[in-house]
């Protein structure tokens, strides 16, 4: 265990993060706390090891010595290190980083008592340390591009490649139903719980590679969705039918196995007429290590391309085409999507983006962090209702599906929480139990939410 000076500086106290707060890294029984004390100080040295893997493959392309490069950056990441264990102040940025006004605007703004890694909101410190780490590299000359998470990324997308072919043979040829797309929105959950460095589904028999019903192979998943709101999903878009142009936001979560499973349903959404336009919103900068990237949605559909598997790679030329066609894009670069704020800050601090959303039929916000900035990284009531946790963030009708892997969590019927708790103690940060969850964008209740409805309606 590394010493820990931020307990002496910040007050930690040693119990779990209370009911109606904010999660913090001051609560020493909180995941936050673990995440801040060990997970990010093992992250940044997983970026050092792989900029010195990758020196000389960078040499090479950059025809240039990059010693003094290398080392200025991984001595900021020895800094930043530091600063994060005394549990210091959070700096402002002074470098060339294009969201620099933004991120300076809300670091001044926030009051001091909650400017420092630990005591501050747990969202802002991480998604701080990831943003500090990227600016790192953005004040390079040759290593502002190097995605130093994308080899990550790719392993683990190679490493799926047996689930990878069995889903897509299963997933050829649908039918437009309900339960079709239910089944394809649970792989699409489920790849959210096997993430990075962890093994994807596993398929042994030759008959997976036919069996749509594969989720039966990864035992008793269905049990684990603790809220499954599919079918007012699926009424939401049928709702659509007819209309010249059906939208669809995708907010994207990870790359590799992941984001696979995204464009297997993004295909079925555009096959079936269920949209006839998706937007996938990626992250602009390497992100919580497996988000994706515009790179990253161009290497998914060029790796299934040249694969050897001919299904898999006509499923490659195939979302190539609808990419082409823009029946499927990459939505212009957003900095929010890795800003500090939750989303209900969006119609004041991007009111772009929060109008682009406003054109969707749906926009489906994909995994943990999603869920956590939808709910404002507070932990509410377990029964309160979804709608109520977004604090009037409804720019069209909406749909969470995520693997819980923190304490923030709403919407579970009465009873269910405390019995988890009983049973299974980790429930909360384990990611094996999933939600999927919507809220129609007319399903307004309170009079706060009124500028923001005839927002709504004027956009
Ligand atoms: O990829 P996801 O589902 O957004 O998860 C991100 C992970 O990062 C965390 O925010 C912790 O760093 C967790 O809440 C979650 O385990």
């Not at 929105?185 to 749509?212: C, G, T």
């Given at each position: 265990?590394?010493?820990?000076?931020?307990?002496?500086?910040?007050?930690?106290?040693?119990?779990?993060?209370?009911?109606?707060?904010?999660?913090?890294?001051?609560?020493?029984?909180?995941?936050?706390?673990?995440?801040?004390?060990?997970?990010?100080?093992?992250?940044?040295?997983?970026?050092?090891?792989?900029?010195?893997?990758?020196?000389?493959?960078?040499?090479?392309?950059?025809?240039?010595?990059?010693?003094?490069?290398?080392?200025?950056?991984?001595?900021?990441?020895?800094?930043?290190?530091?600063?994060?264990?005394?549990?210091?102040?959070?700096?402002?940025?002074?470098?060339?980083?294009?969201?620099?006004?933004?991120?300076?605007?809300?670091?001044?703004?926030?009051?001091?008592?909650?400017?420092?890694?630990?005591?501050?909101?747990?969202?802002?410190?991480?998604?701080?340390?990831?943003?500090?780490?990227?600016?790192?590299?953005?004040?390079?000359?040759y290593l502002r591009d190097f995605d130093y998470f994308a080899d990550l990324k790719r392993d683990d997308l190679i490493i799926s490649a047996r689930a990878i072919n069995c889903l897509t043979m299963a997933t050829r040829g649908l039918s437009k139903n309900y339960e079709?797309?239910?089944?394809?929105?649970?792989?699409?959950?489920?790849?959210?719980?096997?993430?990075?460095?962890?093994?994807?589904?596993?398929?042994?028999?030759?008959?997976?590679?036919?069996?749509?019903?594969?989720?039966?192979?990864?035992?008793?998943?269905?049990?684990?969705?603790?809220?499954d709101e599919s079918l007012q999903v699926w009424n939401c878009l049928l709702k659509a039918k007819g209309q010249k142009e059906i939208i669809v936001d995708y907010i994207c979560d990870n790359s590799g196995f992941e984001l696979?499973?995204?464009?297997?349903?993004?295909?079925?959404?555009?096959?079936?007429?269920?949209?006839?336009?998706?937007?996938?919103?990626?992250?602009?900068?390497?992100?919580?290590?497996?988000?994706?990237?515009?790179?990253?949605?161009?290497?998914?559909?060029?790796?299934?391309?040249?694969?050897?598997?001919?299904?898999?790679?006509?499923?490659?030329?195939?979302?190539?085409?609808?990419?082409k066609s823009e029946h499927i894009l990459v939505a212009p670069p957003s900095y929010f999507w890795t800003g500090p704020q939750s989303y209900f800050v969006m119609v004041d601090s991007n009111i772009e983006l929060y109008k682009m959303l406003t054109q969707a039929q749906l926009a489906i916000f994909k995994g943990d962090l999603n869920y956590r900035k939808l709910l404002g990284d507070y932990i509410w009531d377990f029964t309160e209702e979804f709608i109520t946790c977004l604090r009037g963030f409804r720019p069209t009708n909406m749909c969470a599906m995520r693997n819980v892997k923190c304490e923030v969590i709403c919407g579970l019927p009465e009873g269910v929480a405390d019995h988890l708790l009983k049973v299974d103690p980790n429930w909360m940060i384990s990611g094996y139990y999933g939600v999927i969850q919507y809220t129609d964008s007319f399903k307004c209740k309170c009079d706060a939410q009124q500028s923001l409805c005839s927002l709504n309606n004027k956009a």
């Open positions: 265990m590394p010493p820990s000076y931020a307990s002496e500086k910040a007050e930690l106290l040693d119990v779990i993060a209370p009911r109606h707060s904010l999660l913090s890294g001051r609560y020493k029984q909180s995941f936050a706390y673990i995440a801040l004390q060990s997970r990010m100080p093992g992250i940044m040295s997983q970026v050092t090891k792989t900029l010195l893997l990758n020196q000389s493959y960078l040499e090479k392309l950059h025809g240039t010595n990059l010693d003094k490069e290398i080392h200025i950056i991984i001595e900021s990441i020895e800094r930043l290190r530091k600063e994060l264990r005394r549990d210091r102040e959070f700096l402002l940025f002074h470098g060339n980083e294009s969201d620099k006004p933004e991120w300076n605007a809300f670091i001044s703004e926030l009051p001091r008592p909650k400017r420092s890694y630990f005591r501050a909101s747990w969202l802002h410190s991480e998604c701080y340390l990831y943003r500090r780490i990227h600016s790192f590299f953005e004040s390079s000359k079709c797309f239910s089944r394809l929105m649970r792989i699409n959950l489920w790849s959210n719980h096997f993430d990075i460095q962890l093994a994807a589904f596993v398929f042994d028999s030759p008959e997976d590679n036919k069996n749509i019903d594969v989720l039966a192979k990864v035992a008793d998943l269905d049990r684990r969705i603790l809220v696979f499973t995204d464009l297997l349903f993004v295909e079925y959404l555009i096959d079936q007429e269920l949209a006839t336009q998706v937007r996938l919103h990626v992250k602009a900068i390497p992100w919580y290590i497996s988000d994706a990237m515009k790179s990253d949605v161009e290497w998914t559909i060029s790796y299934l391309k040249d694969n050897k598997d001919e299904h898999v790679s006509s499923l490659g030329k195939k979302l190539e085409r609808l990419m």
